[in-house]
């Protein structure tokens, strides 16, 4: 028969054990809980990760952005191209080109421009045009003309004259080098562009946002002559390819030290012609991208800067 300090340390020993097990389940519990806690914050971190950036401007529903359909026209010292593009830019057409008649009026331009896009037109019923022209552009009407005509160019509103010819469409111009940046840009920091065509153009955007126009293309650079007279398109065929490509390697060196830009982009169908190590931070563009950068300029924020448009520059309308 077990004695009185048998049981009571038969007791103790009891309550010793159900202590160590109470300690034990409420480690058990507390260590399932920190796992379900650990799991909850690495899923929520994981949501939390933003999607791969696309071309397509936030306010642009992606259900838009397949309704949209803009004819993107642009207008070179060669040859005119125009396509069908979504708010993303992605082509809906195939690319027409026809090549720029020369000498050529504001009269001779529409009609030729009219004749190239009627089939993308009738075929595709664009919704907007965007359309990019080589040289200042102000308020949908040409400034100047340098590789097109001569100065019956100026104050002529191409932009408007040709939306009349293709069903009254919304328009909106801007430079031709402008609307290839807007392809080629990444959106952050001090982006320049450059293109080497018939002449040289140029644009500059920061942040995503199209700057002011500077027309460096009649800037002296080298023994008082132009961007256009050092590295166009009549240069090249002058000078030659291997002093041509020197001479485009001194004007990277000069927009260094002049933009200071973060990348400098470089387009044009002469891009193609160079030959020698580009920098790190600089990068040849598809000549597609003076198309595809035409859906930007219906996206609210890209244009607000650039001093072109009176909606944009007062920041309302389509534009707030």
């Not at 920098?279 to 000549?287: D, E, G, R, Y």
């Amino acid at each position: 028969m077990p004695t009185r300090k048998t049981t009571v340390a038969s007791k103790k020993a009891g309550a010793k054990k159900g202590a160590r097990g109470a300690v034990k389940s409420a480690a058990t519990k507390k260590a399932a809980a920190k796992k379900i806690a650990v799991k909850t914050v690495a899923v929520k971190k994981a949501s939390a990760v933003k999607t791969p950036k696309t071309a397509l401007a936030p306010h642009i529903a992606p259900e838009q952005a397949s309704r949209e359909r803009i004819l993107a026209i642009d207008i070179g010292g060669t040859g005119l191209k125009a396509a069908v593009i979504d708010a993303d830019g992605k082509m809906l057409s195939e690319r027409v080109r026809v090549a720029t008649p020369h000498p050529c009026t504001p009269e001779q331009m529409v009609d030729t421009l009219a004749t190239l896009v009627e089939p993308l037109v009738s075929q595709h019923h664009p919704t907007r045009m965007s359309i990019g022209f080589p040289g200042v552009v102000r308020e949908n009407a040409v400034l100047t003309a340098p590789n097109i005509g001569d100065e019956g160019w100026r104050g002529v509103p191409l932009a408007s004259m040709l939306a009349k010819r293709v069903g009254n469409l919304p328009v909106r111009m801007i430079n031709d080098a402008e609307m290839q940046g807007f392809a080629a840009i990444e959106g952050q920091g001090l982006e320049f562009v450059l293109t080497l065509g018939t002449g040289a153009g140029t644009a500059l955007f920061r942040d995503g946002e199209l700057m002011p126009h500077l027309e460096l293309a009649h800037h002296p650079v080298s023994k008082n002559r132009t961007y256009d007279e050092y590295v166009g398109a009549h240069a090249r065929e002058q000078a030659g390819d291997k002093r041509w490509n020197k001479r485009v390697e001194k004007i990277i060196e000069v927009l260094a030290r002049l933009v200071n830009y973060d990348r400098l982009w470089i387009g044009g169908g002469n891009a193609s012609n160079l030959k020698f190590e580009l920098p790190a931070n600089v990068a040849i563009v598809s000549n597609a991208a003076g198309i595809e950068g035409g859906a930007k300029l219906w996206h609210p924020r890209s244009m607000r800067e650039s001093r072109q448009l009176p909606d944009a520059n007062q920041r309302k309308g389509d534009f707030c």
